[in-house]
């Protein structure tokens, strides 16, 4: 049974999760007397903000105006040699401009130096963490967009210390994580915050890059687009090769961007790179007394039978989740919260691995859903109440038979698992959701891309097969333009009314 505690959090979710749509869809009430922080923007406010974006990526140093030091004694001094040597040392980066300081007031904080946030701006206390929740969707247009705002300003030389960006992120994600309670509370976000800020240790999140990269060679040639579905649904060493080959009678321009993403694809899923990166974490998580067991889950190898490998990395996601949550120290939540997305993409390969079989059983495919229920706690994606309602629906461990309806039942929740994991997204990020989306509808695929880096990826897959399943031991089946399917479920919510296309192919 969900407590009542997970009860309360579900109902705030849907409460925020009710007024974002609203807000995105411009449907909030008119005339308050104070904007709501999910009001959309007004036309007025809209029409000077995408102004001043348009004039920082036309501007060689993009959000900035100048270089300088910021000493430790609170002064600023010019760009020169020791110019802190003697008031007590400092950080070098560049200053804000007018424009940039303007966006800000309006509600956008772009090109943000994290090594200039201070901690009360970072954590925005009075806001629901507003400032905090906006960097990952910063970080989202930064890079789907050829750097955004720093489009021409990414060469701006001195505009930041990759040092400095690195020990000013570790010291906000050091106090940010050692609030055990906050972390329970918004465990997403923080794993998103580990995500977007630098840190010691941390790494670019190679597997979203990658998607970034194919729907930028897709917008440049739309022949690509069958990879581009294949690189963000079911990548495996294999796609490189058909990228390249596929790339051989195309411009330099675009086979040069199509050969960088095989190279990238060989890194993420090409047998060399995953051992690699498991041995690092592995060696990782055994050198620290609070995470030393977990190293055990990573005990196997690429070769390692598939399904193996997914009880190993889901439970690993899963206690992960767990010891964040317990008693540890902050550094060590940096940590397992680093080991969690390396695993989630390590957890995508093995998923595709094993569903290119169209052969699984049903009790294989009960097998591999009920992995994925448990990663998908881990990455964050579902409450512990969702989780446990889940489970308390799963035929139990090696029962003979099971009854068309609990079958039914267990298919029915792993329909709400994506709309579930969406709620959870678009709570996280509400705010922001909304001033950004406004400002670039390109936002409003923030939340798409966050879900295509768990472990959600197979649930589609596994519930359509499962769905086919139970139509034929029923013979219920749904009719949709004259086409019969198995099953159809709407994943968005709302009305949109007008004709139905059905696509023969991904064009």
């Given at each position: 049974m969900?407590?009542s505690v997970?009860l309360?959090?579900?109902?705030n979710?849907r409460r925020?999760?009710?007024?974002?749509w609203?807000?995105?869809?411009g449907?909030l009430a008119?005339?308050a007397s104070?904007?709501?922080?999910?009001d959309p923007p007004?036309a007025?406010v809209l029409?000077?903000?995408?102004a001043?974006v348009q004039?920082?990526?036309?501007n060689?140093?993009?959000?900035y105006?100048?270089?300088r030091?910021?000493?430790n004694?609170?002064?600023?001094?010019?760009?020169?040699a020791?110019?802190?040597?003697?008031?007590?040392?400092g950080r070098?980066h560049a200053?804000?401009?007018?424009?940039?300081r303007r966006?800000?007031e309006?509600?956008?904080s772009t090109?943000?130096?994290?090594a200039?946030l201070?901690?009360?701006?970072?954590?925005?206390?009075g806001?629901?963490?507003?400032r905090?929740?906006e960097?990952?969707?910063e970080k989202y247009?930064?890079?789907?967009?050829?750097g955004w705002?720093?489009?021409r300003?990414?060469?701006?030389?001195g505009?930041?210390?990759?040092?400095?960006?690195?020990?000013?992120?570790?010291?906000?994600?050091l106090?940010?994580l050692d609030?055990r309670?906050?972390?329970e509370?918004n465990?997403?976000l923080?794993?998103?915050?580990?995500r977007?800020?630098?840190?010691?240790?941390g790494a670019?999140?190679?597997?979203?890059?990658?998607r970034r990269?194919a729907?930028?060679?897709?917008?440049?040639d739309s022949?690509f687009?069958r990879?581009?579905?294949e690189?963000?649904t079911?990548?495996s060493?294999?796609?490189?090769?058909?990228?390249?080959?596929?790339?051989?009678?195309?411009?330099?321009?675009?086979?040069?961007?199509a050969?960088a993403?095989g190279a990238?694809?060989?890194?993420?899923?090409g047998?060399a790179g995953r051992?690699?990166?498991?041995?690092?974490q592995r060696t990782?998580l055994?050198?620290?007394?609070?995470?030393g067991?977990?190293?055990?889950?990573?005990?196997?190898?690429v070769q390692t039978?598939?399904?193996?490998?997914?009880?190993?990395?889901a439970g690993?996601l899963?206690?992960?989740r767990?010891?964040i949550?317990s008693?540890v120290r902050?550094i060590?939540?940096?940590?397992?919260?680093?080991v969690?997305?390396e695993a989630e993409n390590?957890?995508?390969v093995?998923?595709?691995e094993l569903l290119?079989s169209?052969q699984l059983s049903?009790?294989?495919l009960?097998f591999?859903?009920?992995?994925?229920?448990?990663?998908?706690?881990?990455?964050?994606?579902?409450?512990?109440?969702e989780?446990?309602?889940?489970r308390?629906?799963?035929?139990?461990?090696?029962?003979?038979?099971v009854?068309?309806?609990?079958?039914?039942?267990?298919?029915?929740?792993?329909?709400?698992?994506p709309q579930?994991?969406?709620?959870?997204?678009r709570y996280?990020f509400?705010?922001?959701l909304?001033?950004?989306?406004?400002?670039d509808?390109?936002?409003?695929?923030?939340?798409?891309d966050?879900?295509?880096?768990?472990?959600?990826?197979?649930i589609?897959?596994i519930?359509?097969?499962l769905a086919k399943d139970?139509?034929?031991?029923?013979g219920?089946?749904q009719n949709?333009?004259?086409?019969?399917?198995a099953?159809?479920f709407g994943?968005?919510?709302?009305?949109a009314?007008?004709?139905?296309?059905?696509f023969e192919?991904a064009e």
């Amino acid at each position: 049974m969900i407590n009542s505690v997970n009860l309360v959090e579900r109902q705030n979710h849907r409460r925020i999760i009710a007024t974002v749509w609203a807000g995105m869809l411009g449907l909030l009430a008119c005339g308050a007397s104070a904007q709501s922080p999910f009001d959309p923007p007004g036309a007025q406010v809209l029409s000077e903000a995408r102004a001043l974006v348009q004039s920082m990526i036309d501007n060689p140093r993009g959000p900035y105006s100048r270089i300088r030091w910021y000493c430790n004694d609170g002064t600023v001094q010019p760009p020169q040699a020791f110019a802190c040597s003697e008031r007590g040392g400092g950080r070098q980066h560049a200053e804000y401009s007018d424009q940039r300081r303007r966006l800000a007031e309006l509600g956008w904080s772009t090109g943000t130096i994290i090594a200039a946030l201070t901690w009360d701006e970072f954590y925005d206390a009075g806001r629901r963490q507003q400032r905090l929740r906006e960097l990952a969707l910063e970080k989202y247009l930064t890079d789907i967009d050829d750097g955004w705002v720093l489009r021409r300003a990414r060469d701006y030389r001195g505009r930041v210390q990759i040092e400095g960006e690195e020990a000013a992120g570790q010291k906000l994600l050091l106090q940010l994580l050692d609030n055990r309670r906050w972390v329970e509370q918004n465990f997403l976000l923080a794993r998103e915050s580990v995500r977007t800020l630098p840190h010691r240790g941390g790494a670019e999140d190679a597997t979203r890059d990658a998607r970034r990269d194919a729907i930028d060679i897709v917008e440049r040639d739309s022949s690509f687009e069958r990879l581009r579905v294949e690189v963000h649904t079911t990548p495996s060493a294999a796609t490189a090769g058909r990228i390249r080959a596929w790339a051989q009678s195309k411009p330099a321009e675009i086979n040069n961007a199509a050969l960088a993403l095989g190279a990238k694809l060989d890194a993420l899923y090409g047998t060399a790179g995953r051992r690699e990166r498991l041995a690092e974490q592995r060696t990782r998580l055994a050198a620290q007394p609070s995470t030393g067991r977990l190293a055990e889950y990573l005990e196997f190898t690429v070769q390692t039978p598939a399904d193996e490998r997914l009880a190993k990395l889901a439970g690993l996601l899963r206690d992960a989740r767990t010891t964040i949550q317990s008693p540890v120290r902050a550094i060590d939540r940096i940590l397992l919260f680093d080991v969690i997305g390396e695993a989630e993409n390590e957890l995508t390969v093995t998923v595709a691995e094993l569903l290119q079989s169209e052969q699984l059983s049903r009790t294989q495919l009960l097998f591999v859903a009920e992995q994925l229920v448990d990663a998908t706690f881990g990455a964050g994606l579902t409450t512990e109440g969702e989780r446990d309602a889940l489970r308390s629906a799963w035929p139990a461990t090696g029962t003979a038979t099971v009854g068309i309806g609990d079958y039914a039942r267990v298919i029915g929740y792993l329909r709400r698992l994506p709309q579930w994991a969406v709620g959870s997204a678009r709570y996280s990020f509400a705010e922001p959701l909304v001033r950004y989306s406004a400002l670039d509808s390109r936002a409003n695929a923030f939340v798409d891309d966050l879900l295509r880096s768990s472990p959600l990826v197979g649930i589609a897959e596994i519930t359509r097969r499962l769905a086919k399943d139970l139509a034929d031991l029923t013979g219920v089946t749904q009719n949709i333009n004259g086409r019969i399917g198995a099953a159809a479920f709407g994943l968005n919510p709302g009305v949109a009314v007008g004709n139905l296309r059905i696509f023969e192919t991904a064009e």
